[in-house]
């Protein structure tokens, strides 16, 4: 249950500049929220309940989440375009994976939680998912259930580790080795994660999001970013 290690990730192989005129400072989220870090960093952006305590997180301490999970991301081979299925309650570990997903120009999927795996496949297969971001042992057993039949999916991560510690596959990973990974990369390579960031584009696919499906076939939509001036697809089967 260890990450791969890659010396400089494709993903943060960038083309020579173009002329081409730059976009608005603001046009992707992952622009957006690095704005605010800078602008109101240590207000407080995200608050979760637990155990009946809130736990709060500034915005530069959840942009600094975000770095180093779209960095350990590179280490993983995550391209421009990949597809991320994110499965689990709203957590701001996945909320973090879902923005690190676009910071790289992936695309985030998110699942419900409480599908069954058979659900859970049809989006794996029609989205075409290379990555999954799993909350707990509930999700990461469905995801073991069917990967056999899902040719696209590759790496399975896990936030929540109770109940996975004799688990042996080896495409099983841990979101916190993940992000120790990814601030090992940052440190050496500081300037691939800004440069990610900048590439992104209005006209960005920025999130595949699927109904239920619990009284018809699953259907999906297909979301661009900010100001992209450009209406999304319609929904698709």
């Known amino acids: 249950m260890t990450t791969a290690s890659v010396a400089v990730p494709a993903a943060c192989v960038r083309p020579a500049p173009s002329a081409t005129p730059q976009p608005a400072a603001d046009d992707t989220f992952p622009k957006l929220v690095l704005r605010h870090a800078q602008s109101r960093g240590d207000r407080p952006a995200m608050r979760e309940k637990d155990l009946g305590i809130w736990q709060t997180w500034s915005w530069a301490e959840a942009v600094a989440n975000v770095r180093a999970i779209a960095c350990g991301f590179a280490t993983l081979g995550l391209q421009r375009g990949d597809k991320v299925a994110i499965i689990g309650d709203n957590r701001p570990q996945l909320y973090w994976s879902m923005l690190a997903t676009q910071c790289l120009g992936g695309v985030p999927v998110p699942i419900y939680q409480d599908a069954v795996a058979e659900e859970m496949l049809f989006v794996l297969d029609h989205a075409e998912t ?108």
Do not use: N
């Open 130 to 237: 290379r990555f999954a971001v799993a909350e707990d042992q509930e999700q990461v057993d469905k995801l073991i259930a069917i990967k056999d039949r899902a040719p696209h999916l590759e790496r399975v991560i896990y936030k929540d580790p109770r109940g996975l510690r004799h688990y042996s596959q080896s495409w099983l990973t841990s979101l916190v080795s993940v992000q120790a990974a990814g601030r090992a990369f940052d440190a050496a390579h500081p300037d691939c994660f800004p440069g990610e960031v900048e590439m992104g584009r209005g006209s960005d696919l920025s999130v595949i999001t699927y109904t239920s499906g619990t009284r018809a076939v699953q259907r999906c939509w297909m979301t661009r970013s900010l100001r992209s001036g450009q209406r999304p697809p319609r929904a698709a089967r």
